[in-house]
């Protein structure tokens, strides 16, 4: 049996299938339309997951405003289905119908214009994908051009979400304040309520999942690949072999944007409401956790570890709601400390080698029993 490929290794396409299997087949069948939609939450995470890998894993930019981007990525979908819901007939009892409802509560009588382009799905769409891929671009142009790196990297992105907390809950009257957007009800007239719709969405957005994937591997397999390893463990000796390190960086950067911002605007549309406590440092840092409790040297291991945080996030917290954040912490220093590599690198240092001397083995053995019929032995 041959499960090796140019684009994956064995290990990488075993976890490929596994992965395949558990989203598109054995959970669907499996669990209810509200656990379902839990699971779609979960991988909204898996893409900023990705995007960390090849950020932070490859690239060795560590990142702690990952919010950020999934928040603009959110709040730009939410901001076209918050206008379909706030039609002229949805919103006749307001005192200025056909704007949102939080614009009416606070005295806005007209639609911002930078609120307009957002009536149209096209529109976006590319802000979906181009606002944070911008913002990131400028943040990373500003750092990586001064060789901004490090410890004041982190420490400036946290800064960045939480300017930008700030700025959302204090401009109320145009992004909904402390409450986010709410009620967001149908794309382009299609209810995303109901149960079927809800396993729509979720099918949606798994094939989301696996075309990132196969993004962020296509770039891992490349010359591109290659160099943001170099410029990870050894900065200088790329920089002094006539590589711009600065505009790697910031390719890496912006690509961890524009995943996150997809990874948003996907959770928008599941969870059908934004606010900006997606957007902070809290869950930025969250997000990292997720990417070392998978392995931020792995893609799939990523994926595993904002889906399985996650679940145990859910399910703690249900029973012990303050102690939650104490397990997240000490999950963390347990990476750290007791597995660096995260759960891929325990399957990698622990069941991979089994499994490939499992292959060796039977290899082996087919050898040997074609020789001994080759010889003219029987074969048993």
């Known amino acids: 049996m041959i499960i090796n490929s140019r684009f994956f290794n064995r290990s990488e396409l075993m976890g490929f299938i596994a992965l395949a299997a558990v989203l598109f087949v054995i959970l669907p069948l499996t669990l209810d339309v509200f656990r379902l939609n839990l699971v779609a939450k979960y991988l909204t995470y898996a893409f900023v997951a990705i995007g960390l890998v ?17 928040g603009l990525g959110g709040y730009c979908m939410a901001m076209f289905l918050k206008l379909e819901a706030s039609s002229v007939e949805n919103t006749k009892i307001q005192s200025t119908p056909g704007i949102p409802d939080f614009m009416d509560w606070n005295q806005i009588t007209a639609l911002p214009f930078f609120w307009q382009p957002f009536h149209s799905l096209t529109f976006t769409i590319l802000a979906i994908i181009l606002v944070p891929g911008l913002f990131a671009l400028i943040i990373g142009t500003a750092m990586f051009k001064r060789r901004v790196g490090g410890t004041y990297f982190a420490i400036i992105t946290q800064a960045v979400a939480a300017i930008l907390t700030i700025l959302i809950v204090g401009q109320q009257g145009y992004t909904g304040g402390i409450n986010g957007m709410t009620d967001l009800r149908t794309l382009k007239g299609w209810d995303i309520r109901p149960d079927h719709a809800k396993i729509i969405l979720y099918f949606v957005e798994v094939v989301l999942l696996f075309a990132c994937i196969g993004i962020a591997q296509f770039i891992r397999l490349t010359k591109l690949g290659r160099i943001l390893v170099a410029m990870r463990e050894q900065e200088d000796r790329v920089r002094f072999s006539g590589y711009s390190v600065a505009n ?27 606010s900006p406590s997606f957007v902070g440092i809290v869950p930025s840092i969250e997000m990292v956790i997720y990417t070392a409790v998978g392995g931020r040297m792995s893609i799939f291991g990523a994926i595993w ?76």
């Open 248 to 274: 790697f960086k910031i390719f890496a950067f912006c690509m961890a944007a524009i995943f996150a911002a997809i990874g948003g605007a996907m959770f928008a549309l599941n969870v059908g409401f934004m």
């Open 305 to 380: 570890g904002a889906i399985l945080v996650n679940f145990a996030k859910t399910s703690l917290s249900e029973s012990f709601p303050q102690l939650w954040l104490f397990g997240l912490g000490a999950l963390f220093i347990a990476v750290v400390l007791a597995f660096p590599n995260g759960l891929s690198g325990l399957w990698a240092d622990y069941v991979q080698p089994r499994i490939d001397r499992l292959f060796a083995s039977r290899k082996a053995k087919a050898d040997w029993a074609d020789n001994s019929v080759a010889d003219g032995a029987p074969a048993e």
């Open 54 to 70: 090849l950020c932070w894993g490859y690239g060795g930019i560590l990142s702690l405003g990952q919010g950020v981007f999934f």
